[in-house]
């Protein structure tokens, strides 16, 4: 599959426009190297939006869904640097998942991606799943697309440590198409995961396009 590993850390988020360019500075030059580092993660990505809300969206590829729940992660988590405590504190629309990859087809990834986030109804997921797949598969066969993918969060691990209460979108699935053209990629994923893609057994929750501003794989950082 296109995707390096079967986990994956997903973050949304907006900037406080007061710190807006420290925040982007603490990204580039911290935060993703910082989280590239530890075991088990195996790349990331950092975008920003096209036409989506909220305007940042991070992810981080990782071998699988228990890296997200490991020890090196959580020390991470509990220990952040004063520069990401600084703006953790500043989020807007914040937004986290820990999740797993159900399908990935394709080859390669785009610098351009839509992005499609469904909420399931509470039956009949092995049904939607198995569709979805195969529309993951027909968007992947559109001209100037490069991959598609289904990502489901897992509920417990998707909820902030510190909130015994489960929020309501913890256990989303997300559906990413990439491609060479932001305008190829939205009409592939509108098609097939938007609002009116009537798909049953799910919600639309949000759809956008985002740019992909970097990239960084962990094989680069023993260079």
């Given at each position: 599959?296109?995707?390096?590993?079967?986990?994956?850390?997903?973050?949304?988020?907006?900037?406080?426009?007061?710190?807006?360019d420290d925040?982007?500075?603490?990204?580039?030059?911290?935060?993703?190297?910082?989280?590239?580092?530890?075991?088990?993660?195996?790349?990331?990505?950092?975008?920003?939006?096209?036409?989506?809300?909220?305007?940042?969206?991070?992810l981080?590829?990782?071998?699988?869904l228990?890296?997200?729940?490991?020890?090196?992660?959580?020390?991470?988590?509990?220990?952040?640097?004063?520069?990401?405590?600084?703006?953790?504190?500043?989020?807007?629309?914040?937004?986290?998942?820990?999740?797993?990859?159900?399908?990935?087809?394709?080859?390669?990834?785009?610098?351009?991606?839509?992005?499609?986030?469904?909420?399931?109804?509470?039956?009949?997921?092995?049904?939607?799943?198995?569709?979805?797949?195969?529309?993951?598969?027909?968007?992947?066969?559109?001209?100037?697309?490069?991959?598609?993918?289904?990502?489901?969060?897992?509920?417990?691990?998707?909820?902030?440590?510190?909130?015994?209460?489960?929020?309501?979108?913890?256990?989303?699935?997300?559906?990413?198409?990439?491609?060479?053209?932001?305008?190829?990629?939205?009409?592939?994923?509108?098609?097939?995961?938007?609002?009116?893609?009537?798909?049953?057994?799910?919600?639309?929750?949000?759809?956008?396009?985002?740019?992909?501003l970097?990239?960084?794989?962990?094989?680069?950082?023993?260079?």
């Amino acid at each position: 599959m296109p995707l390096s590993g079967n986990g994956m850390l997903i973050t949304m988020m907006d900037a406080d426009p007061a710190e807006e360019d420290d925040f982007n500075r603490w990204y580039d030059r911290e935060h993703i190297v910082e989280r590239v580092t530890i075991a088990g993660f195996l790349e990331a990505r950092r975008y920003v939006a096209v036409a989506a809300s909220p305007k940042y969206l991070n992810l981080y590829t990782t071998q699988d869904l228990a890296v997200l729940d490991s020890a090196p992660y959580r020390d991470k988590l509990r220990n952040g640097t004063p520069w990401t405590q600084h703006h953790s504190a500043r989020f807007r629309n914040y937004t986290r998942a820990a999740a797993r990859v159900t399908a990935s087809t394709g080859q390669g990834r785009g610098g351009a991606l839509a992005f499609a986030r469904l909420r399931p109804a509470g039956s009949g997921q092995g049904e939607l799943r198995e569709a979805i797949r195969a529309r993951v598969g027909a968007a992947a066969g559109f001209d100037r697309i490069i991959s598609a993918h289904l990502i489901e969060a897992d509920p417990v691990l998707s909820s902030p440590p510190q909130e015994a209460k489960r929020q309501p979108g913890s256990g989303d699935w997300y559906v990413m198409v990439e491609g060479t053209e932001a305008e190829a990629v939205r009409h592939a994923g509108e098609q097939h995961f938007g609002a009116r893609a009537a798909l049953s057994q799910c919600e639309p929750i949000s759809f956008g396009t985002y740019r992909l501003l970097w990239d960084l794989a962990k094989a680069e950082l023993d260079r």
